[in-house]
């Protein structure tokens, strides 16, 4: 087999980092999404070809009554994931994985409706009667269909255990609060409506549901032919994606699928301890690799051009024709609602945009009610690199907060810095922003790529330091090979092994 490994073509990286408890202070609402999620690992299935009558959303409705409540979520689900990445190749690859696994689960006459989310983020999760999501960030980590397979027979053991039912019955009997960050703006940035506008947090299964759906996972892992393996392998590999990731690898707390699931170490033993029922490691199953990096070549890797990207501590929007700066030190977050950005001493910046046909005086759009806390007497109409502004602050629970906004043709852009009381910084940070604000020039426009995961072969004479150095969109290439390709610090390349 010839050695195959994956670099980033074009440009452009996301990096992730905390976020501030800061927005909830100036707000009323917040949502509550009740529906599962997991952080378990990948999947294959070697035999199995997509069904020339694929499971449709009315179908699964029709077949599972608990599907209603799965339908009413997932709308939400899917706008505050960035919409349905819609390829076709990485569509058949999923429906491949998953074919096998249905034919081996605890109820085989469970119907799937499986949707690849268009997010960097690395998740998967699944909601009562049959909606599994899996985002193409972590299709991205893989490094073959078993570990898909892994991931994806996780989130099935939920669905046969009705562990979403059971949740629902308990957060009910509870009357758990939502536990999602409110938002303090109402985001609309590129002027089209999205059904979900909140920073959703599905709500965690219990411990011991976790681990039952690892173990179920396992199971069907190994009797469906793939490596049964790959689950330990797989959360190896998140547990590097979120030490890469992290600000702080030690305290950062960012990446879901770590602080709400049992803790790596356990969840690895178990996952090994079940696998081996099937054989010995390396002895046994089918790892899928080849096929599965032909069907994830030219995946798009980061952020998609509809959301902007991130490039270092700038974030450059070509659609829009807009870019601004955030202070060294600082890690940006481009979500769907808005892009976050968070730094050190809780300061938290919140950028997002909406519609204005009307032209409204930016000073009455101001004060029109849409900030709480907001002093009037420090509202203030300026330029901002030939753009108008205007500028106020506003003060709420434990927060200070500078409110910037610019208009740019019929669309008013919004910067909101959140400082806790007594920090001297919120200055010099929001005027940051403000004067790195500016409208980007047509080559500006024209150079921005999205990155695509590419499979490469490894040719004679070539090492992990060249392949690392072909990367692009990151200044970290040799971590990032590594971890992308699930590489040890030790581990060599050679041409004809893979």
Not at 10 to 28: F, P, V
Not at 225 to 254: K, T, V, W
Not at 372 to 387: D, M
Not at 391 to 400: G, P, Q, V
Request: contains cysteine; hydrophobic residues 40%.
């Amino acid at each position: 087999m010839t050695a195959q490994r994956r670099l980033f073509s074009s440009s452009g990286l996301r990096r992730s980092g905390r976020l501030a408890a800061a927005w909830s202070a100036l707000t009323a609402s917040a949502v509550l999404l009740s529906s599962c999620q997991s952080l378990f690992s990948p999947a294959y299935q070697s035999t199995l070809r997509p069904s020339d009558n694929p499971q449709t959303v009315e179908e699964v409705q029709k077949n599972d009554p608990r599907a209603q409540m799965g339908a009413r979520e997932h709308p939400r689900i899917v706008a505050s994931y960035g919409g349905e990445y819609r390829d076709a190749k990485t569509e058949r690859l999923v429906a491949r994985i998953a074919g096998a696994l249905t034919a081996v689960s605890e109820n085989p006459q469970q119907s799937y409706r499986i949707t690849i989310l268009n997010s960097p983020a690395i998740n998967a999760f699944a909601l009562p009667g049959g909606y599994l999501y899996v985002t193409r960030g972590l299709l991205a980590l893989a490094n073959d269909a078993s570990e898909v397979a892994a991931v994806l027979s996780h989130e099935m053991g939920h669905v046969t255990a009705n562990h979403g039912i059971e949740r629902q019955r308990r957060e009910e009997a509870e009357v758990i609060a939502s536990r999602v960050v409110a938002e303090v703006l109402s985001s609309d940035l590129a002027g089209k409506q999205a059904l979900a506008r909140g920073k959703l947090r599905l709500a965690a299964f219990s411990r011991q549901q976790e681990l039952q759906a690892d173990v179920i996972g396992v199971r069907m892992l190994g009797e469906a032919g793939y490596d049964p393996y790959a689950s330990p392998r797989f959360l190896d590999s998140m547990a590097a994606y979120a030490r890469f990731s992290s600000a702080d690898p030690e305290n950062d707390q960012s990446l879901d699928f770590l602080s709400s699931h049992p803790n790596t170490p356990q969840r690895i033993e178990l996952a090994r301890r079940h696998a081996r029922a099937f054989g010995q490691e390396g002895q046994v199953g089918d790892r899928g690799r080849d096929w599965f990096l032909d069907g994830i070549d030219g995946l798009l890797y980061g952020d998609s051009p509809q959301e902007g990207y991130v490039r270092g501590q700038t974030f450059l929007h070509g659609t829009l024709g807009i870019r601004f700066d955030v202070p060294e030190g600082f890690v940006i977050d481009n979500k769907v609602e808005a892009v976050l950005a968070t730094g050190p001493g809780e300061v938290a910046i919140r950028f997002d945009g909406v519609a204005d046909p009307k032209q409204t005086s930016l000073a009455n759009y101001l004060t029109s009610g849409w900030v709480a806390g907001l002093l009037p007497e420090t509202v203030k109409e300026t330029q901002i690199n030939g753009l108008e502004a205007a500028t106020a602050r506003a003060s709420a629970d434990k927060w200070d907060f500078d409110v910037t906004v610019i208009r740019v043709g019929q669309q008013i852009f919004r910067f909101l810095t959140a400082v806790p009381k007594g920090n001297m910084q919120l200055d010099s940070i929001a005027n940051t922003l403000r004067t790195s604000f500016r409208k980007m020039t047509p080559q500006e426009i024209a150079s921005l790529k999205p990155l695509r995961v590419r499979v490469v072969t490894v040719k004679p004479g070539e090492t992990v330091a060249t392949m690392a150095a072909r990367m692009m969109g990151t200044e970290r290439k040799l971590d990032m090979f590594r971890m992308i390709n699930a590489m040890g610090a030790t581990a060599t390349i050679q041409p004809g092994k893979g």
